[in-house]
């Protein structure tokens, strides 16, 4: 016996009922047509892996958000994904290392946390997305962003917004344009990634404070960045920015926020992350990565993930129209060209089923069907 009713899941986890679950499927299916109109081949990762190797590919911050456990069968500790890109990596550079590149892979499953995010109680989150193994040049990201925005219309989202980032700029900056010691690098990231003035100067990193400034629509912000550029360290990269921009003109609106950084464990040289009007959180994210193989050798990459569970919960869609009850009796023949011709059919399979109490808008009467009273 035990004492936590039936009902009760964990914090974070969730079912998802009709007609919700169906509508779910519909907008994935929508979603990965996408991917795979652009030629983008599907893998199903594993579960779980072992923690060590999993943590190692994930970039440093990831270990202490993997869910764990020790597998009895193995000996060792194993770790619920947190991430498929980091699965697919592994499997673009072992299993398929031989596959010609650029290699065009897409995915969608459940990643875990092992605590959720402030604003977003959900432990279990859909991650669906797709991955371009073996290149991360600007024609590369300008074709990861566009299908990442092709995806989410697909879904039906409208108003989206691609607010880019340069994930390594400070370590790039902080080399030699506006030298700091390598301690500190991590501590001003997070200052810069808080928007914090204060905290910078606390840190004596005022030289990076312009860069504060250089945030918002992107042609204004990526002119300001590019006045903050006096060495010119940054202008293949800017100029990379508005190629990306260019191509996606009037398919989304552009921002920039160089600093950003929040999510970008292990993006290198772009970064994005997508919004859309009426959903205050983010949608997905993607950018450029590089893959490290066993042997220490290490390849290029560009990919994005989307986050699309809040446009799943959004939706419903009423089937009760298209619902249509068969009394006893019904010839089988018969019911199999009702569904040919786009009717649900639901089955009497005893005298009590009641059309309306099983959601039948219509019911199938002297051979044809008609409204429920
Ligand atoms: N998987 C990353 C996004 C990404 C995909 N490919 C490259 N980056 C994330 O969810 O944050």
Redesign the pocket.
Known sequence: MTNIPSDLLPEGFRDRLPPHAASAAKLTRAMLDVLASHGYGRVEPSMAEFEETMAARSGGMMRNRLLRFSDPVSGHTLALRG????QVGRIATTRLADAARPLRLSYRGH?LRLKAAPLRPEREIT?L?A?LIGNDSVAAASE?VAVAIEALEAAGVKDIIADFTLPDLVELLAKDALPLPSEKIDAVRTELDMKDAGGLAALGAQAYLPLLEATGPFAEAAAKLEAIDSDGLLSSRIAGLREIAERLEGRATITLDPTERH?????SWF?FTLFARGHAAAL??????TITRDDGSEEA?????L?PDPLMDGILDADEDKRLFLPLGTDPAKAARLRGEGWITIAALDGHDDARRLGCGHILHNGRAVPTE
């Open positions: 991430d498929i890109t980091v990643v991650q997305g991955e990861i999510g970008f464990e292990y993006q970064g997905g994210r993607g950018g450029t990565y990459a560009t990919g994005f993930s986050y």
